[in-house]
């Protein structure tokens, strides 16, 4: 490519999760039309991916060789029925206007579909895995640089080559770990509702709107307005820590083993409401609860966060012996619920192991999850597990904190004499 003015940076995306809702297009639009085996199938490769048994050329080279057989006309389609991330098409329009040149990879999408994105967006660059096929369907085979081990970093060396730009001109905004081999080849890391690896390892953690990372990426003077929390927040919040009461309802209106059963009956229905809602379906109460709390980017998927904070509670309550069951539960609710209230509102200091985290909202977190662990345990003990919840919390720990929390604080009060 020919330049007659050498671009500001570079900015490389990741494209599922960040300008795409992450695993909806293998796992949701392509798998539901497999049958429930296949989506089955997908879904068991996708989570070996997930927890790491399984290498991501590994794991999409199986995914693909369930496909043999698809129009490549439908894989088309259906990737058209997916819905961009929020304010996409505003952040990529602000880059084209300040002069960046702008690049897409994907390990998980064919490039056909990743250069169709790029057209939509006005990038300059897409690159995704090859697809082979024959006669107008998919053999099942696939290959291609971007899905290899370091193929990510191979595509990007190609791309600063052709611009004539180093390191030191790179932006990458990315989400989860496939990216790492791309991170000594920029100067600079954005992660996007990161993973732990990622939040770890980048400069800057965005959680919100993409919008958001406009003064990093532009160097636009951020004006800092007075932190507030939006609706959902607050309801999330109030659902979050008003679970607290559910340690008291245990000891004065239901045994704990019923309520774990009435929580467990409730996760399956929310689970039903969203797949409905993925597939366009709302349930009047759970799909609208849903919609009122959760994340922007997180409504264009299955919202899991629910899933496994009931999960956290009930293998607290079923797991360890009464009152020490209460105090897990305390702890996720109380301390994690208002850690994340008052790193919103009073946040300032950025934890450099966990950027999504900060120093005021861990201890706020802290001192909340110490006095409800009073209410059932000895002062001693309450303070030992709010200290270990508030460490699990801040970690950046490759299992979701809705379970480690209560798993590691009540494990811990279970062996102290």
Not at 82 to 106: C, D, R
Request: aromatic share 8%; glycine share 8%.
């Amino acid at each position: 490519m020919t330049t007659t003015t050498k671009p500001k940076r570079l900015i490389v995306f990741d494209v599922e999760g960040v300008l795409l809702p992450k695993r909806r297009y293998l796992l949701f639009e392509v798998a539901r039309k497999l049958g429930t085996l296949g989506f089955l199938k997908i879904l068991l490769v996708g989570t070996l991916y997930e927890i790491g048994l399984l290498s991501l050329e590994s794991a999409l080279k199986k995914i693909f060789k369930f496909l043999r057989g698809f129009k490549t006309d439908e894989l088309f389609q259906l990737y058209k029925e997916v819905p961009l991330m929020p304010n996409v098409k505003e952040l990529f329009q602000k880059l084209k206007e300040t002069g960046h040149k702008t690049a897409l990879i994907s390990s998980g999408l064919p490039t056909p579909l990743v250069e169709d994105l790029a057209t939509t967006l006005k990038a300059d660059y897409a690159y995704g895995l090859e697809l082979e096929t024959a006669n107008g369907h998919l053999t099942g085979e696939i290959r291609g640089d971007a899905i290899k081990p370091d193929g990510k970093a191979l595509v990007l060396k190609k791309i600063l080559k052709d611009t004539n730009m180093a390191p030191k001109d790179c932006t990458l905004i990315v989400d989860d770990r496939n990216n790492l081999p791309m991170f000594p080849l920029s100067t600079k890391k954005i992660g996007y509702n990161p993973d732990f690896l990622i939040s770890a390892k980048s400069d800057f953690v965005v959680k919100g709107d993409l919008t958001e990372m406009l003064p990093i990426l532009t160097g636009e003077t951020l004006k800092n307005p007075p932190p507030t929390l939006s609706k959902n927040e607050i309801l999330r919040g109030a659902i979050h820590i008003g679970s607290f009461s559910i340690p008291f309802v245990c000891m004065h209106l239901l045994n704990h083993y019923i309520v774990s059963l009435i929580i467990l009956l409730t996760t399956a229905l929310y689970i039903t409401s969203e797949f409905l809602r993925i597939r366009g379906i709302n349930l009047p109460v759970t799909s609208t609860i849903t919609w009122k709390t959760a994340r922007k980017p997180e409504l264009y998927e299955i919202v899991t966060a629910p899933v496994l904070f009931a999960l956290g509670i009930v293998l607290s309550l079923i797991l360890f012996p009464t009152p020490v069951n209460y105090v897990p539960v305390t702890i996720l609710t109380l301390g994690d619920g208002f850690a994340t209230f008052f790193g919103k509102t009073l946040g300032r200091t950025v934890l450099p192991l966990n950027k999504g985290k900060t120093v005021e909202g861990s201890a706020f977190g802290f001192i909340c999850a110490f006095s409800g662990a009073l209410l059932f345990i000895n002062p001693t003990k309450a303070l030992i597990s709010s200290a270990i919840g508030t460490l699990v919390e801040l970690l950046p720990l490759p299992i979701n904190d809705n379970l480690t929390i209560p798993l590691t604080t009540g494990l811990a009060l279970t062996l102290i004499p």
